[in-house]
């Protein structure tokens, strides 16, 4: 099919269930900060990978924000 693109994103090497997905974010001036973080599209799992002020942060579980 013409225009239809396939994206394959990577496995999670943790739970070995989900695939890691790429979340974008915005930086204090509004400029667009592509793949801050990566998180496991299963939700019993939590993985993620994130960038934060240029240190990474890997965890395994995730929670609501406190802000």
């Given at each position: 099919?013409?225009?239809?693109?396939?994206?394959?994103?990577?496995?999670?090497?943790?739970?070995?269930?989900?695939?890691?997905?790429?979340?974008?974010d915005?930086?204090?001036?509004?400029?667009?900060?592509r793949?801050?973080?990566?998180?496991?599209?299963?939700?019993?799992?939590?993985y993620?990978?994130?960038?934060?002020?240029?240190?990474?942060?890997?965890?395994?579980?995730?929670?609501?924000?406190?802000?």
């Open positions: 099919m013409k225009g239809v693109v396939s994206v394959e994103y990577p496995k999670c090497l943790k739970c070995e269930k989900g695939v890691l997905l790429p979340l974008s915005y930086g204090r001036d509004g400029a667009e900060i793949y801050k973080a990566w998180v496991c599209s299963n939700p019993s799992c939590g993620h990978i994130r960038i934060d002020n240029g240190e990474l942060s890997i965890g395994s579980s995730i929670g609501p924000a406190t802000k």
